[in-house]
């Protein structure tokens, strides 16, 4: 009795896409991407209800006065913070004529490409046939078949 790999085995069951269905997939994947980082963080404005007690106290900072407490820039910077749309608005009323982010141009390289893993970001060699992501080794593969290949349809 041999033993055969059950990722070839399945290998003959998935369909494999043509590049219009790779690109509308991609696509498709952007948007939702886009769409999840529109969001604000719901957490954004929790406030701890129980007081962390502070052990380092001494006999002189358990008076009655209390300091005010003073919020500091990042505090700020973190409570009205802008998403990438809203900052590029901004950009082009405050500067209307160029050079500015929506009129910002650069010739295309005269470099080959260069292609990274879908998985962890390294440079890849190798391409996912089903799909069309890439990924660089054996482990990345793995990861990709088991979480990531053709879970958006198209």
């Known amino acids: 009795m041999s033993r055969e790999s059950g990722r070839i085995k399945d290998a003959s069951q998935k369909r494999i ?3 219009a269905a790779r690109k509308r997939r991609q696509k498709k994947a952007l948007e939702a991407l ?16 129980k007081k962390i ?3 380092q106290e001494t006999l002189d900072n358990r008076s009655n006065s209390r300091k005010k407490k003073t ?3 990042e505090y700020y910077k973190q409570r009205f ?5 809203q900052l590029v608005e901004e950009d082009l ?6 050079p500015n982010y929506a009129s910002a141009q650069a010739p295309p390289s ?10 962890c970001g390294f ?3 190798y391409i996912c046939i089903p799909c069309g992501a890439r990924y660089c080794c054996v482990k990345c593969l793995g990861t990709h078949l088991d979480t990531r290949c053709m879970k958006w349809t198209v």
């Open 17 to 19: 896409l043509d590049e």
């Open 34 to 49: 886009e769409q999840d980082n529109f969001h604000d963080d719901p957490h954004a404005d929790l406030v701890m209800s």
């Open 53 to 55: 007690p502070k052990f």
């Open 71 to 73: 919020r500091s820039a």
């Open 81 to 85: 913070r802008k998403t990438f749309a």
């Open 93 to 98: 009323n405050v500067n209307p004529n160029p």
């Open 110 to 119: 005269r470099l080959p490409e260069r292609h990274f893993c879908a998985v």
């Open 123 to 125: 440079p890849s060699n």
